[in-house]
């Protein structure tokens, strides 16, 4: 039974309020003059010493003193100025000459929760980032279907949407670690992805409307920017869970994902998930596009490419400590919270393990927060810190459709070294003697 | 049982791919000399007109023609310039002569799923924005607990962390509308809220190791910023999900939100989770601080005032249409999706009825994504629209918590109209014949 929601406070579980105000008014006062130099030791942190201007900067901190920023400086807010270290990076081996075709990498080590803030989300392009005018954006869905339509972005937006949090993560992720560690960092190491809430239409909603005919197999999306990008999708995926995308976190899309509109196949490659979308085509065989060809393949060591990837294979890191985010200041004995991600292209993670000793030995991680498919999951493990002793740190995820990442030999054995897609193997951070954190590599 | 993933293309379900390379690249020469003048009508959709330049659009966009902007230029992104009006907003009623109490409204009818994006988050301050730098920032917490202690924010982020995702709300949101409409606008009369995924630690966590004494039953929360906002929490909500949160949406808080960290009582009030957080302190009986006298009471017809509001009560508001997003542009027989959010302090969202007579009678809306507790919910109708008939569209929020939106009669009769805190009675748009959106208010 409902009951008419009519502001009686007796309804929730609160004290009722002593009727003395002037005593309580006199107890504040009281209070208020408490000394901090009681301050004692906390079994999780250290014993904090009580600086000389503690007392200052809790009762009356410096920007206390003054007036703050108006409400008029800022309608589109921005991060704080002492944050300014926390963005995207880039380096010449991930850029062509003009940065152009390049890749920004996503601060992951700084990241909490499960979403990436649009401002830091990674971003690979092929020709730059292309700004489209709204009003100018066409999109043409054609070939076997029934009502081939060029949709203007007001009319695709017309259709029933929905919103679903999903990772995106480019397959060249880890791939410079395939020979030997590269990056002695996890934003490069690892930062080719980011995860976000998106918001669209189902093509498959759209096709109920057009009538995809049965012979129509294969589905080519094309890019709208200069580098005309254009990837084949199997038939399966696109009645499955693809989606055309215009909103990110709440927003429209940035203009490094596509504004307005993007192909997002949930859990499959970034490339694959065209941006700047202009058109898709139905047909009954692949295509062969450029990036089906010269880029996005893998040869093995039998001399056999592998030419189309789809799906990111389970994977997971940890976050922190990692070498941004050292234990250098941990004392012998402290509490700490190991962090990190977990995710898999192909369904829900179910566990993940974390070892101290590169891999011999596994204790279960605890899953923080929601766990959603094709989505990161964050992970946790509280520590006990012995200082002095090193620590190899190995997180290994598993996920529902029944798989668990391989260790770097199983890895390399079938796929070899000449690839530089699809590493999914176990990486490890040592934790030295100092504290210090450092990427290697466990080979048997 | 699980197994090593190593690349085997053959898990996935896709078609194999044949060897005519040569034949294929052929069909996609053909494919994408397909003429455009084939398109045809859409049930969903009215009959496009293919434009002169639609072909110049879909085939060689302009955008296309030169490289895109080079990854260099914002490592911390920005939107597209083409939505520069989808920002906060203010007006005089809502600000101070030097807008630094004041507020800036979300624009929640252009926002997608359910999050608010940080740079488009409403803020509330009484003191302007403060800047902390949080190597200078303390927190203390004191009062009847056994080991008072003065935290760096570093400290306070070595407690074990948690992410939850809740919307927050001033009291004040829809507030203007207790006599009579004064917003045509649903950013105006509704966007004093967003919601995000918050991370922080939970306060009950951090007692844990301080060890709460028995007769505490108050805390005083405390801002360090010039306002030196304070409010009195009782023990029960403290000690059930009451947070300290340094992380939104993924990133650092921003300035406007407290910047280092604020706290977070999830559902309540939005002044309660006080900003630029300085100081807890914990004790038998509470404070009668100056927002808890001067400010956010509410004079009844009876003379009496309610002092301490806690929870937000169960609301709900059609975001589209809406006076920003009118059905101007609709033809008889579209069909077009209603949406809205609804939201409680309580609980969880179990039901949201849409009246399209202003409350006579009413259908059940469907849930859409993610229904989390203490966060909004996005709910949506599909519509068949009839040109030339007025609606006056009336959505109505149930919680688990039993609780379901009043009447405008219903809670003026027990409230009055001298508050200005927690409408939630049921509001309603007029969709004119035109198609053009106005806010009513529906009185018997």
């Known amino acids: 039974m409902t009951n008419t929601n009519l502001h009686d406070t007796s309804r929730l579980n609160t004290q009722k309020l002593p009727a003395a105000q002037k005593s309580r008014r006199e107890f504040f006062k009281k209070s208020a003059a408490i000394s901090v130099s009681a301050v004692a030791a906390l079994s999780v942190l250290d014993p904090v010493k009580v600086l ?21 400086k800022n309608l589109y807010g921005v991060p704080s100025l002492y944050e300014h270290n926390v963005t995207r ?66 009319q695709l937006k017309r259709y029933p949407s929905v919103t679903r949090t999903h990772f995106l993560e480019c397959p060249a992720n880890g791939g410079q670690e395939w020979r030997a560690t ?40 094309e890019g709208s920017d200069n580098s005309e990008m254009g990837r084949t999708v199997p038939i399966d995926k696109v009645l499955d869970d693809a989606m055309i995308v215009w909103g990110q976190n709440g927003e429209a899309l940035r203009p ?24 898709l085509e139905f047909a009954s065989e692949p295509w062969y596009a450029k990036e089906e060809t010269s880029k996005y393949t893998a040869l093995k060591p039998t001399g056999k490419a592998v030419q189309h990837f789809y799906a990111n294979e389970v994977n997971s890191t940890v976050t922190s400590p990692s070498p941004e985010i050292p234990w250098t200041d941990l004392k012998d004995g402290d509490l700490i919270e190991i962090e990190g991600l977990a995710w898999s292209g192909m369904g829900t993670i179910t566990a993940v393990d974390l070892s101290f000793d590169g891999g011999k030995n596994f204790k279960k ?33 598993m996920d529902d459709a029944g798989y668990i990442q391989p260790t770097i030999d199983q890895e390399t054995s079938v796929m070899g070294v000449e690839s530089v897609y699809h590493r999914n193997a176990i990486e490890t951070w040592e934790v030295a003697k100092t504290g210090e954190v450092n990427h290697v590599q466990i080979r048997s």
Chains 1, 2 share one sequence.
């Open 182 to 221: 590269q990056y002695n960092s996890l934003q490069f190491a690892k930062g080719f992805m980011s995860c976000a809430q998106w918001t669209g239409v189902y093509i498959k909603t759209i096709l109920k409307d057009l009538g995809l005919k049965p012979q129509a197999k294969w589905m080519l999306s």
């Open 89 to 154: 990076r880039y380096t010449k081996l991930l850029a062509s000459g003009n940065y152009r075709a390049a890749i920004a990498v996503s601060p992951i080590q700084d990241i909490e929760g499960i979403i990436t803030p649009n401002g830091l989300f990674f971003s690979r392009s092929h020709g730059g980032t292309a700004h489209i005018d709204p009003n100018k954006f066409r999109l043409m869905i054609h070939g076997l279907v029934k009502k081939p339509i060029v949709l203007t972005l007001k």
């Open 256 to 279: 490094e994902q596509g504004y307005p509109v993007r192909l997002l196949l949930p859990g499959w490659e970034g490339n694959l998930c065209v941006k700047w979308l202009k058109r």
């Open 365 to 397: 991680a605890k899953l923080k927060g929601l766990v959603l498919p094709k989505c990161w999951t964050r992970w946790s493990y509280m520590h006990k810190y012995k200082k002095g002793k090193t620590l190899l740190l190995t997180s290994r995820a």
């Open 52 to 72: 000389a201007d503690d007392k200052a900067i809790t009762h009356h901190a410096p920007w206390g003193q003054h007036w703050g920023d108006p409400i008029t």
